[in-house]
Nanobody
Framework: QVQLVESGGGLVQAGGSLRLSCAAS????????MGWFRQAPGKEREFVAA????????YYADSVKSRFTISRDNAKNTLYLQMNSLKPEDTAVYYCAASTLSRYSDYANAYPYWGQGTQVTVSS
């Protein structure tokens, strides 16, 4: 099975940018559809973005569309999330996740493999 490790989180001012990375090991990343989710304190985990195995198809939550970009480099076994124009409401722990489903899903339970998460804090 695949192991996932996120990095790149931190503290940033509103309007700033961060790029999260998710390094995969154990299995070839191209085998999986990948997603980013986030969870703020006291809230449910929510879908952020997803990408197909080849990287051709991408999907976004309405709240991040036009600000965030999901991408992948299968040769490096790495998933990315470029986050621009960050807002305080983007503050959360961000998780990458891997799915073996053959179709897109924004449900967390469609992704059996998860990283440990990386904290993103956006100050106003």
């Amino acid at each position: 099975q695949v192991q996932l490790v996120e990095s790149g989180g931190g503290l940033v001012q509103a309007g700033g940018s961060l790029r999260l990375s998710c390094a995969a090991s154990g299995r070839t990343l191209s085998t999986y559809r990948m997603g980013w989710f986030r969870q703020a304190p006291g809230k449910e985990r929510e879908f952020v973005a997803a990408i197909s195995g080849t990287g051709i198809m991408t999907y976004y939550a309405d709240s991040v569309k036009s600000r965030f970009t999901i991408s992948r480099d299968n040769a490096k076994n790495t998933l990315y999330l470029q986050m621009n124009s960050l807002k305080p409401e983007d503050t959360a722990v961000y998780y990458c996740a891997a799915s073996t489903l053959s179709r897109y899903s924004d449900y967390a339970n469609a992704y059996p493999y998860w990283g440990q998460g990386t904290q993103v804090t956006v100050s106003s």
